[in-house]
């Protein structure tokens, strides 16, 4: 089974405060994606990574960074939480970024941040 | 400007009920997802579609690529199956996301 994970499930945090968003899944994709996800807006991209140290802005990435390292590892960087950021962090996988049934798309449990 | 539109928001049903979520989209698009979504947040995929129609036990997914449109059935409706639904459609190299409808099922 495809694992994607993500380093907690609940997170609550002040404002001002660096925040790191872990996710680590375990076969071997290409393509890992940070969502977040809030009532009435669905999920929106915030950043993608396509190979190791490579990245892309998403459609939100203002306030956020991310790194990646390894290549099972993908982490978003708040640099300086603030309340608007309060949100559904979902975290995803996948190996191309063709349409076809090979490149489904894994994604984590989610962290729910909370930024106070 | 959303992409992608789904309807209903929210659905009530009782048990037993034949249940139709229905999506719009408006981009060209490589594959139509039916995302599950239960609480607590994990998201799980049920289908990937690019034409006509699958089925998985009680799921039934159909896909009109001419009308832009899917729709995803539920037959016999159970209280498990209280979730969101999320409709995805693959485009170019990204996802682009329904709001979502949240179904609950009642026994």
């Known amino acids: 089974d495809v694992k994607v994970t993500q380093s907690s499930r609940y997170l609550v945090k002040r404002t001002g405060e660096k925040v790191f968003l872990e996710c680590v899944q375990d076969m071997d994709h290409e393509n890992m994606f940070w969502y977040r996800q809030d009532p009435g807006l669905g999920l929106r991209l915030i950043y993608f990574?396509?190979?190791?140290?490579?990245?892309e802005k998403g459609d939100i990435p203002e306030g956020y960074s991310v790194s990646r390292e390894k290549k099972e590892r993908f982490s978003l960087i708040l640099e300086s939480a603030s309340t608007n950021q309060t949100s559904m962090y979902l975290c995803a996988s996948r190996q191309g970024l063709a349409g076809g049934p090979q490149n489904e798309q894994f994604f984590g449990p989610g962290t729910r941040l909370t930024v106070l | 400007k959303n992409e992608v539109e789904q309807s209903p928001q929210n659905l009530t049903a009782q048990e037993g009920e034949f249940i139709t979520i229905n999506c719009s989209y408006s981009?060209?698009?490589?594959?139509l997802h039916w995302l599950q979504q239960h609480p607590g947040g994990g998201i799980v995929s049920l289908f990937m579609?690019?034409?006509g129609k699958k089925k998985h036990g009680r799921l039934i997914a159909t896909i009109n690529i001419q009308e832009k449109h899917s729709s995803l059935h539920i037959t016999a409706s159970h209280p498990r199956d209280s979730a969101v639904y999320i409709c995805?459609?693959?485009?170019?190299?990204?996802?682009?996301f329904g709001t979502g409808t949240s179904l609950t099922v009642i026994p």
């Open positions: 981009v060209g698009i490589s594959a």
């Open positions: 995805a459609v693959w485009s170019g190299n990204q996802f682009y």
């Open positions: 990574s396509y190979d190791v140290k490579m990245k």
């Open positions: 579609l690019s034409s």
